[in-house]
């Protein structure tokens, strides 16, 4: 039996597996660790549809010849469902009221919506709320939509053209203690936002890099194994959002002008460094 994933002949040769499912199953890790997902399956050249997936499974493979399985990347199933959701935003925005509820039902039972919900919960989360009519605007969450979509389409521009962002919000967590002492409390919870906002994105960009085979993960950062680094931002980030929620004003001026300026310019430095020079 000749097996290929995404046209290309992959050497694997059952040992116990008896059904086409045992064989997926045997598979399925390898694609999890790849950040992949099984999007096709045919078998002796015949497409499975959703219809007979379940009788494919259960299918001995004694007598099949050949197994051609496609797989997609988790960024390019997360694109797709970014452009149905912001379809499904369109649609919304103009639809009466009783369709409205319609458009969120549908959406939220959707695989697109189940997919967001794993790789992208934030936004997942947004879209309840505003399809129910609360939260954010429908344009606020097309403009959500479309940037996280750049992320995935083009993450070494995306990267690049953050690159402005980063160094403001640094120097803005720079000035945030004295915006406390000063009683700038608007501009202070401002500047938190930010920088919270801007980490999340070179996280996110960070990690969209690794899963289209940038070398990103092998990058060190302050002498230390870029997972470990983030590990140790998000925890510090976690320290500082702590801080803020009750009004520590000593402890947020030192987390955010001695470790999170320096570590958010480190994340991102090490990073661009490391794209620009593949």
Same mark, same amino acid.
């Given at each position: 039996m000749k097996i290929t994933i995404n046209g290309v002949y992959a050497d694997i040769h059952p040992e116990n597996e008896k059904t086409v499912g045992e064989i997926l199953a045997a598979l399925e890790e390898w694609f999890s660790g790849a950040g992949h997902r099984l999007s096709g399956i045919s078998i002796d050249g015949q497409v499975v549809n959703s219809c007979s997936i379940e009788s494919c499974f259960n299918r001995e493979i004694d007598g099949i010849e050949t197994i051609d399985i496609n797989t997609n990347s988790l960024p390019e199933l997360a694109a797709e469902s970014l452009l149905y959701l912001m379809q499904d935003i369109n649609t919304w925005e103009t639809a009466g009221f009783e369709e409205k509820g319609d458009i969120a039902a549908h959406w939220e039972e959707s695989p697109q919506a189940g997919l967001l919900a794993e790789q992208a919960p934030d936004l997942y989360d947004w879209t309840i709320k505003t399809f129910s009519g609360e939260g954010l605007g429908a344009a606020e969450l097309r403009l959500i939509s479309e940037e996280r979509l750049r992320e995935l389409k083009d993450p070494t521009g995306e990267l690049s053209r953050a690159k402005r962002a980063v160094a403001d919000v640094c120097s803005r967590l720079e000035q945030l203690p004295l915006d406390i002492q000063t009683g700038k409390n608007a501009e202070a919870a401002q500047t938190v936002g930010f920088f919270s906002s801007i980490a999340e994105k070179v996280f996110r960009i960070y990690r969209v890099l690794k899963l289209e085979g940038f070398s990103v993960g092998e990058i060190t950062v302050a002498d230390m194994p870029i997972t470990k680094y983030i590990a140790e931002f998000t925890t510090?980030?976690? &320290?500082?959002?702590?801080? =803020?929620?009750?009004? &520590?004003?000593?402890?947020?001026? &030192?987390?955010?002008? +001695?470790?999170?300026?320096?570590?958010?310019?480190?994340? +991102?430095?090490?990073? =661009?460094?490391?794209?620009?020079?593949?």
């Open positions: 510090a980030l976690g &320290d500082m959002l702590a801080a =803020y929620r009750q009004n &520590d004003t000593v402890l947020i001026g &030192d987390l955010a002008e +001695y470790e999170m300026a320096p570590r958010l310019l480190g994340l +991102y430095t090490a990073v =661009y460094n490391a794209v620009e020079g593949e």
